[in-house]
C-alpha cells in the first residue's frame, strides 16, 4: 500500500512540478493581460499546496511519525502567511517572483524533512524568522533615499567581515568561510555578497570615468583576493563574475568584459597550479570513478544518486541520498533528482532560470540607474550561484561547493536569498511607481522604439508587460 | 548620468548589454540542461552499473533478478525461488561461462555485476508491476541476452581441456563476443561455499581472474604480425627482402634460435612469415626504426586503453629508441618484455580480418522483460581503422599462407578458409617451456567470419597444441 502511494505520488508530483514549471514562462507570454496573468499565479500557487500536501502525505505514510503532520500544517501556515502577506501589503508585487519563493521553499521543506527531520526544523525556525525579518525590506527599499550614500560603507563592512573570517574563521570542508558566535554559525560571504553589489553599483551610479573603474577594480579584487585566500573557490567565483558583469553593463565597454574573462582565466589556471584544493576538485571533476575511493567519492555519489533515480526517480524513501556527504546543503539537488527523479529537477532548473530572468526583467526596466545596477548584480549574484551549484552537482563543471537558493539547508543561505528576494520584490515596487509616474511620457516613446527594438532584443518585447 | 537615462535612446544602448548578459547567461544554463538530459540519458549508465553504487541492490527487495541468456536464449544464469521464498542464483553450465558470466554473491563479477542495474530492473507490463507493488510481490526483472554462442562457448572450454590458458572469439565485422573462456576456472554455483578456499592467501592459482581479458602473456610469434606490418611500412619493396636462415642468427653476442632448431634456407618475407622463422625476424628487426616501430604498436592498441566496457589490463610495449641490438632482436620476435592479453591480440586480428577497421568488442546484444519484448537493444558501433585496408589485405594474405603453408597448416582443406599466426612464448630462462598461441580468423562466404585468439599455458608449441584448439571452435562454427 505504501508503495502505491509513493508510486502514484512520485508521478503527480512530477505533474505538478511541470506544470508549474510551464506556467512559470507561460506567464512571459506577450498576449496575455492582467486576468490571464492573475488566474496564472493563482494556478501556480495551488501547486505549490498541492504539491506540498501530496509529498508530506507520502513522508508520513513512509514514517508514520506524527511530528510529520505538525510540521506540515505549520510550513502550510508558514506559507499561507508569506503569500497572502505579500499580495495584501504589497498590492503591487511581483507575483512570479513570490510564488517562484513559495515553491522553492517548499521544494527545500519536503527534501529536508525527508533527509533530516532535525534540521527540516531548525531551517522551518530560520525561515519564518528570515521571512519575518525581511517582510519590511521592500517597504524600505522603496522609501530609502540614503542607500545610495553609504558606498564606502559597504565595501568597508564587507571586507573586514571577510578579513576577519578569513583570519579567524572555522575550516569547513577545506574553506575558512564560517564563524560561530553564541551557538550560531554565520558565513558572512552570504550576506556580504549583497553588500558587494550595493558598493559597486553606488560605484558605478557616481561615474564611469577611469578612475572610479579603477578605484571600484582594486575593492573588488580585494574581496575576490579574501575569499581565494579563504579558499571559499565558489564565493570567490560569484564575487568575480558579478564585478565583471556589473563592469560591463555600467561601462559598455565589451574590452572590459574580455579583458576580465581573460584575466579571471589565467588566475583560475594559477590557482590551479598552486593549490591543491583546486587541482582536487579538477581531478575529481574529470575522471571521478578512477578516483572514487579518494577525491572523486563526493561527486561519485551525487552521479550515482542521479543516475539511478533516472527520469522519473525512486519516489521519497525509495532512494538512499544520504549516503552522499553534505547532502542537504550542496548536494540536495542530487537527492531531489534521485528521489523525485530528473524530470522534476529539470524543472527545478528551469524555475530558477524564471527568478533569474524576471531579475533581469525588472533591472532593465529600473529607470532609476543606481537601482537598475542593484537588481542587475543580484540577479547575477543569483543566476551565477544556482548555475555553480547545479553545474557542480551534475559534474557539468567543477564543484565549488555552493549552495542552491532557498532549497539546500543552511541559515545564512536562506536569510541572505530571503533578502535578496525582498529587495528585488522593493525595487519592482519602485519600478511600478516609476511606470505610474512616468507612464504617459514613456507610451509615446516606447511605443516608437518598441518596433524598432524588438529585433534586435528580444527582451524588450517583455519589458512592457510587467 | 541619471536622467540621461530617462530618455528612449539611453534606455536601449543600456539594453544592449543587458541582452548580451542575459543571453550569456541562458547559453549556460540551457548548456546545462542539454548536459544533464544527456547524463540521464546515455551517460548515467556507465554510474549505475559502476560497482560502487550501491543503489543498485535496493532493487533486490522489490524485484527477482532477471535471467542472463546465451544469443539463442539458453539460459546461463537464473533466479530459482523454492516454496518458502528463498531465492537460489542457479548457473545450469557451471564452470563453462564462469569468467564472462561471473557470479552474484560475495560481491559481483562479470556480466552479473556490470549488468547487474538491468538484471534488477523490471519492465513488465505496468499494470501488472501496480498490481505487484499493490500486493507487496515482487516484480520479474528483465532478461540480459549476450552475444554468447553456448556451442562455441563450450568448444572453446573442452578444446583447451586440462590446461590452464584462454580463449576468446568474436565476429570482425560486428565486434561481437561469440566465446571468452578462461582457466583455471570455478563453479559459480558454489562459490559462496568455497570462497574462503579460492581467496586464501596461499592460494596461487587465482582462478578468479579472466585470464581472456586480464591475463598478460608474452605474445611469441603472433607478434611477428606487428614486426611484419612495420617492416611493410618502412619499405615498400618489402617483396625484395631475402635472408638466409641457418638455424640461428648472432649479432653482439646474442643468439637468436629458430624453433626446434629448424634451418630454413633462403627466405623472402612471406616464408619468413610462414615458417615463422626467428632468425629472419631478429634480422629484420634490427633495420627498423624503434620510434616508428613503437608508434605502430600504440596505433595498434599497445600502452592503450581498449574500447572495452569491462576489466581488462593494458597491453605493454617497451622498446624505445637508442634500445640495445639485444632488445630489438628479442622484441623482434615475440620475446623480450612486450606482454599482450588475448583480448588485445583478437582485436588486432578481427581488424586485419575486417580490412582494417576495428569494431568495439561487445557481449551484451539487448535486454529484455521476462516476456521478451525488447527494452535496450545494443548496437555494433566502430572504434576506428587500426590499419589501411591495402596493409590488412597484405596480412591477411600472409596469415592464409602460414595456414596454406607454414606453421598452421593443420587447418588447410576445410569447408572455411582459415588465416592466422601460430606462436610459441617462452616464460622461462630455467628451461623451455612455452605457451602455446594461435591467433586468426576463418572465412566461408555463407555466414560471417570469426576471429579467435587462443592461449593454453606451458603446452609448447602453438601449431601442436593451439591451432588444434582452433580448428574445433572453427568447425563448430561453420558445422551449424
Given at each position: 500500500?505504501?508503495?502505491?502511494?509513493?508510486?502514484?505520488?512520485?508521478?503527480?508530483?512530477?505533474?505538478?512540478?511541470?506544470?508549474?514549471?510551464?506556467?512559470?514562462?507561460?506567464?512571459?507570454?506577450?498576449?496575455?493581460?492582467?486576468?490571464?496573468?492573475?488566474?496564472?499565479?493563482?494556478?501556480?500557487?495551488?501547486?505549490?499546496?498541492?504539491?506540498?500536501?501530496?509529498?508530506?502525505?507520502?513522508?508520513?505514510?513512509?514514517?508514520?511519525?506524527?511530528?510529520?503532520?505538525?510540521?506540515?500544517?505549520?510550513?502550510?501556515?508558514?506559507?499561507?502567511?508569506?503569500?497572502?502577506?505579500?499580495?495584501?501589503?504589497?498590492?503591487?508585487?511581483?507575483?512570479?517572483?513570490?510564488?517562484?519563493?513559495?515553491?522553492?521553499?517548499?521544494?527545500?521543506?519536503?527534501?529536508?524533512?525527508?533527509?533530516?527531520?532535525?534540521?527540516?526544523?531548525?531551517?522551518?525556525?530560520?525561515?519564518?524568522?528570515?521571512?519575518?525579518?525581511?517582510?519590511?525590506?521592500?517597504?524600505?527599499?522603496k522609501r530609502a533615499k540614503a542607500l545610495r550614500k553609504l558606498t564606502w560603507l559597504y565595501a568597508g563592512v564587507g571586507i573586514a567581515l571577510l578579513g576577519i573570517v578569513a583570519v579567524a574563521g572555522a575550516v569547513s570542508y577545506g574553506a575558512k568561510i564560517s564563524f560561530t558566535?553564541?551557538?550560531?554559525?554565520?558565513?558572512?560571504?552570504?550576506?556580504?555578497?549583497?553588500?558587494?553589489?550595493?558598493?559597486?553599483?553606488?560605484?558605478?551610479?557616481?561615474?564611469?570615468?577611469?578612475?572610479?573603474?579603477?578605484?571600484?577594480?582594486?575593492?573588488?579584487?580585494?574581496?575576490?583576493?579574501?575569499?581565494?585566500?579563504?579558499?571559499?573557490?565558489?564565493?570567490?567565483?560569484?564575487?568575480?563574475?558579478?564585478?565583471?558583469?556589473?563592469?560591463?553593463?555600467?561601462?559598455?565597454?565589451?574590452?572590459?568584459?574580455?579583458?576580465?574573462?581573460?584575466?579571471?582565466?589565467?588566475?583560475?589556471?594559477?590557482?590551479?597550479?598552486?593549490?591543491?584544493?583546486?587541482?582536487?576538485?579538477?581531478?575529481?571533476?574529470?575522471?571521478?570513478?578512477?578516483?572514487?575511493?579518494?577525491?572523486?567519492?563526493?561527486?561519485?555519489?551525487?552521479?550515482?544518486?542521479?543516475?539511478?533515480?533516472?527520469?522519473?526517480?525512486?519516489?521519497?524513501?525509495?532512494?538512499?541520498?544520504?549516503?552522499?556527504?553534505?547532502?542537504?546543503?550542496?548536494?540536495?539537488?542530487?537527492?531531489?533528482?534521485?528521489?523525485?527523479?530528473?524530470?522534476?529537477?529539470?524543472?527545478?532548473?528551469?524555475?530558477?532560470?524564471?527568478?533569474?530572468?524576471?531579475?533581469?526583467?525588472?533591472?532593465?526596466?529600473?529607470?532609476?540607474?543606481?537601482?537598475?545596477?542593484?537588481?542587475?548584480?543580484?540577479?547575477?549574484?543569483?543566476?551565477?550561484?544556482?548555475?555553480?551549484?547545479?553545474?557542480?552537482?551534475?559534474?557539468?563543471?567543477?564543484?565549488?561547493?555552493?549552495?542552491?537558493?532557498?532549497?539546500?539547508?543552511?541559515?545564512?543561505?536562506?536569510?541572505?536569498?530571503?533578502?535578496?528576494?525582498?529587495?528585488?520584490?522593493?525595487?519592482?515596487?519602485?519600478?511600478?511607481?516609476?511606470?505610474?509616474?512616468?507612464?504617459?511620457?514613456?507610451?509615446?516613446?516606447?511605443?516608437?522604439?518598441?518596433?524598432?527594438?524588438?529585433?534586435?532584443?528580444?527582451?524588450?518585447?517583455?519589458?512592457?508587460?510587467? | 548620468?541619471?536622467?540621461?537615462?530617462?530618455?528612449?535612446?539611453?534606455?536601449?544602448?543600456?539594453?544592449?548589454?543587458?541582452?548580451?548578459?542575459?543571453?550569456?547567461?541562458?547559453?549556460?544554463?540551457?548548456?546545462?540542461?542539454?548536459?544533464?538530459?544527456?547524463?540521464?540519458?546515455?551517460?548515467?549508465?556507465?554510474?549505475?552499473?559502476?560497482?560502487?553504487?550501491?543503489?543498485?541492490?535496493?532493487?533486490?527487495?522489490?524485484?527477482?533478478?532477471?535471467?542472463?541468456?546465451?544469443?539463442?536464449?539458453?539460459?546461463?544464469?537464473?533466479?530459482?525461488?523454492?516454496?518458502?521464498?528463498?531465492?537460489?542464483?542457479?548457473?545450469?553450465?557451471?564452470?563453462?561461462?564462469?569468467?564472462?558470466?561471473?557470479?552474484?554473491?560475495?560481491?559481483?563479477?562479470?556480466?552479473?555485476?556490470?549488468?547487474?542495474?538491468?538484471?534488477?530492473?523490471?519492465?513488465?507490463?505496468?499494470?501488472?508491476?501496480?498490481?505487484?507493488?499493490?500486493?507487496?510481490?515482487?516484480?520479474?526483472?528483465?532478461?540480459?541476452?549476450?552475444?554468447?554462442?553456448?556451442?562455441?562457448?563450450?568448444?572453446?572450454?573442452?578444446?583447451?581441456?586440462?590446461?590452464?590458458?584462454?580463449?576468446?572469439?568474436?565476429?570482425?565485422?560486428?565486434?561481437?563476443?561469440?566465446?571468452?573462456?578462461?582457466?583455471?576456472?570455478?563453479?559459480?554455483?558454489?562459490?559462496?561455499?568455497?570462497?574462503?578456499?579460492?581467496?586464501?592467501?596461499?592460494?596461487?592459482?587465482?582462478?578468479?581472474?579472466?585470464?581472456?581479458?586480464?591475463?598478460?602473456?608474452?605474445?611469441?610469434?603472433?607478434?611477428?604480425?606487428?614486426?611484419?606490418?612495420?617492416?611493410?611500412?618502412?619499405?615498400?619493396?618489402?617483396?625484395?627482402?631475402?635472408?638466409?636462415?641457418?638455424?640461428?642468427?648472432?649479432?653482439?653476442?646474442?643468439?637468436?634460435?629458430?624453433?626446434?632448431?629448424?634451418?630454413?634456407?633462403?627466405?623472402?618475407?612471406?616464408?619468413?612469415?610462414?615458417?615463422?622463422?626467428?632468425?629472419?625476424?631478429?634480422?629484420?628487426?634490427?633495420?627498423?626504426?624503434?620510434?616508428?616501430?613503437?608508434?605502430?604498436?600504440?596505433?595498434?592498441?599497445?600502452?592503450?586503453?581498449?574500447?572495452?566496457?569491462?576489466?581488462?589490463?593494458?597491453?605493454?610495449?617497451?622498446?624505445?629508441?637508442?634500445?640495445?641490438?639485444?632488445?630489438?632482436?628479442?622484441?623482434?620476435?615475440?620475446?623480450?618484455?612486450?606482454?599482450?592479453?588475448?583480448?588485445?591480440?583478437v582485436m588486432v586480428t578481427s581488424a586485419i580480418a575486417n580490412d582494417g577497421v576495428l569494431m568495439k568488442p561487445y557481449l551484451i546484444d539487448h535486454t529484455e522483460n521476462y516476456e521478451g519484448n525488447v527494452v535496450k537493444e545494443y548496437s555494433p558501433s566502430e572504434y576506428g581503422?587500426?590499419?589501411?585496408?591495402?596493409?590488412?589485405?597484405?596480412?591477411q594474405d600472409f596469415m592464409e599462407a602460414v595456414v596454406q603453408e607454414g606453421t598452421g597448416r593443420k587447418l588447410k582443406g576445410q569447408s572455411y578458409i582459415a588465416a592466422g599466426k601460430t606462436g610459441s612464448a617462452e616464460y622461462s630462462d630455467a628451461d623451455d617451456s612455452s605457451?602455446?598461441?594461435?591467433?586468426?580468423?576463418?572465412?566461408?562466404?555463407?555466414?560471417?567470419?570469426?576471429?579467435?585468439?587462443?592461449?593454453?599455458?606451458?603446452?609448447?608449441?602453438?601449431?601442436?597444441?593451439?591451432?588444434?584448439?582452433?580448428?574445433?571452435?572453427?568447425?563448430?562454427?561453420?558445422?551449424?
Open positions: 500500500m505504501l508503495n502505491l502511494i509513493t508510486e502514484i505520488s512520485k508521478y503527480l508530483l512530477i505533474f505538478l512540478f511541470a506544470f508549474y514549471t510551464y506556467e512559470c514562462f507561460a506567464v512571459f507570454r506577450k498576449k496575455y493581460g492582467n486576468y490571464e496573468r492573475e488566474k496564472i499565479y493563482k494556478r501556480q500557487m495551488a501547486c505549490v499546496y498541492l504539491i506540498h500536501l501530496d509529498a508530506f502525505l507520502v513522508i508520513f505514510a513512509a514514517t508514520l511519525d506524527i511530528q510529520v503532520i505538525g510540521m506540515y500544517l505549520m510550513q502550510l501556515i508558514f506559507l499561507l502567511s508569506l503569500h497572502f502577506g505579500y499580495t495584501m501589503v504589497y498590492k503591487n508585487s511581483n507575483e512570479l517572483v513570490l510564488n517562484n519563493m513559495c515553491m522553492l521553499l517548499t521544494v527545500g521543506f519536503i527534501i529536508l524533512t525527508r533527509l533530516n527531520f532535525e534540521r527540516a526544523t531548525k531551517q522551518f525556525v530560520i525561515a519564518v524568522i528570515s521571512a519575518a525579518a525581511t517582510f519590511f525590506i521592500p517597504f524600505i527599499i558566535f553564541g551557538g550560531i554559525t554565520i558565513q558572512p560571504s552570504e550576506f556580504i555578497k549583497i553588500l558587494y553589489v550595493f558598493f559597486v553599483a553606488g560605484m558605478f551610479y557616481e561615474s564611469t570615468e577611469f578612475t572610479q573603474v579603477v578605484k571600484t577594480t582594486i575593492m573588488a579584487a580585494l574581496h575576490v583576493l579574501i575569499l581565494v585566500v579563504s579558499k571559499d573557490l565558489g564565493g570567490a567565483l560569484i564575487f568575480f563574475v558579478v564585478y565583471l558583469v556589473m563592469l560591463y553593463v555600467a561601462t559598455k565597454k565589451v574590452l572590459y568584459f574580455a579583458g576580465g574573462f581573460a584575466a579571471g582565466g589565467a588566475a583560475a589556471f594559477v590557482a590551479y597550479k598552486i593549490f591543491r584544493h583546486v587541482r582536487v576538485r579538477v581531478v575529481a571533476w574529470k575522471n571521478p570513478l578512477g578516483v572514487i575511493d579518494n577525491e572523486g567519492y563526493q561527486i561519485c555519489q551525487s552521479l550515482f544518486a542521479i543516475g539511478t533515480g533516472g527520469w522519473f526517480g525512486m519516489g521519497l524513501y525509495k532512494g538512499v541520498p544520504n549516503t552522499i556527504p553534505v547532502v542537504e546543503q550542496d548536494f540536495v539537488f542530487s537527492a531531489i533528482a534521485e528521489e523525485l527523479g530528473g524530470i522534476f529537477a529539470l524543472c527545478l532548473i528551469l524555475i530558477c532560470v524564471s527568478c533569474f530572468l524576471m531579475f533581469f526583467n525588472i533591472a532593465m526596466q529600473m529607470k532609476d540607474v543606481y537601482y537598475k545596477y542593484v537588481a542587475l548584480g543580484l540577479g547575477t549574484v543569483y543566476g551565477f550561484q544556482v548555475f555553480l551549484t547545479l553545474g557542480g552537482v551534475t559534474k557539468f563543471i567543477p564543484s565549488t561547493g555552493v549552495t542552491l537558493p532557498f532549497v539546500s539547508y543552511g541559515g545564512s543561505s536562506l536569510l541572505s536569498t530571503f533578502i535578496i528576494f525582498a529587495i528585488i520584490q522593493g525595487l519592482y515596487l519602485k519600478k511600478e511607481d516609476e511606470g505610474e509616474i512616468h507612464e504617459k511620457r514613456d507610451k509615446e516613446s516606447q511605443k516608437r522604439s518598441r518596433k524598432k527594438k524588438i529585433a534586435e532584443t528580444k527582451f524588450d518585447g517583455k519589458i512592457e508587460e510587467f | 548620468m541619471p536622467k540621461q537615462s530617462l530618455t528612449g535612446k539611453s534606455k536601449n544602448s543600456k539594453n544592449r548589454e543587458f541582452a548580451v548578459v542575459t543571453y550569456l547567461f541562458v547559453f549556460l544554463f540551457v548548456a546545462l540542461i542539454g548536459y544533464f538530459v544527456y547524463f540521464e540519458a546515455v551517460k548515467s549508465e556507465e554510474f549505475i552499473n559502476s560497482s560502487y553504487n550501491k543503489r543498485q541492490d535496493l532493487f533486490a527487495k522489490t524485484v527477482v533478478r532477471g535471467e542472463i541468456q546465451d544469443r539463442n536464449g539458453n539460459v546461463l544464469a537464473e533466479t530459482v525461488t523454492d516454496s518458502t521464498g528463498k531465492e537460489t542464483r542457479n548457473y545450469p553450465y557451471g564452470k563453462t561461462f564462469a569468467h564472462v558470466v561471473g557470479y552474484a554473491t560475495n560481491g559481483k563479477s562479470g556480466i552479473e555485476s556490470s549488468m547487474n542495474f538491468r538484471l534488477l530492473s523490471s519492465h513488465a507490463f505496468f499494470l501488472e508491476r501496480l498490481g505487484n507493488e499493490f500486493q507487496g510481490e515482487k516484480n520479474i526483472g528483465d532478461n540480459v541476452v549476450t552475444t554468447l554462442d553456448l556451442t562455441l562457448q563450450q568448444t572453446a572450454y573442452d578444446a583447451l581441456g586440462s590446461h590452464d590458458g584462454a580463449v576468446i572469439v568474436l565476429e570482425p565485422s560486428t565486434g561481437k563476443i561469440l566465446a571468452m573462456v578462461s582457466k583455471p576456472d570455478f563453479d559459480p554455483n558454489t562459490i559462496a561455499e568455497n570462497w574462503d578456499k579460492i581467496t586464501a592467501d596461499d592460494n596461487k592459482e587465482s582462478v578468479l581472474l579472466n585470464r581472456a581479458t586480464q591475463g598478460l602473456y608474452p605474445p611469441g610469434s603472433t607478434f611477428k604480425i606487428f614486426t611484419t606490418l612495420e617492416y611493410i611500412r618502412e619499405n615498400p619493396d618489402y617483396s625484395g627482402y631475402q635472408f638466409t636462415c641457418d638455424g640461428e642468427f648472432e649479432r653482439e653476442g646474442t643468439v637468436i634460435h629458430c624453433y626446434n632448431n629448424d634451418v630454413h634456407g633462403g627466405e623472402n618475407l612471406l616464408d619468413s612469415f610462414t615458417n615463422s622463422c626467428n632468425s629472419s625476424y631478429a634480422n629484420l628487426g634490427l633495420s627498423l626504426d624503434e620510434t616508428k616501430f613503437a608508434d605502430t604498436c600504440e596505433d595498434l592498441l599497445f600502452n592503450q586503453k581498449l574500447p572495452y566496457a569491462y576489466g581488462y589490463k593494458q597491453s605493454s610495449f617497451t622498446l624505445k629508441k637508442g634500445a640495445s641490438v639485444h632488445d630489438i632482436m628479442e622484441t623482434s620476435i615475440g620475446q623480450g618484455e612486450t606482454l599482450v592479453t588475448p583480448l588485445h591480440m581503422t587500426l590499419l589501411e585496408k591495402e596493409e590488412a589485405e597484405t596480412m605457451h602455446a598461441w594461435f591467433v586468426g580468423y576463418a572465412h566461408r562466404d555463407d555466414k560471417s567470419d570469426i576471429a579467435l585468439a587462443v592461449v593454453v599455458e606451458g603446452a609448447g608449441a602453438g601449431s601442436t597444441y593451439a591451432v588444434p584448439a582452433a580448428k574445433q571452435i572453427f568447425d563448430a562454427y561453420y558445422s551449424n
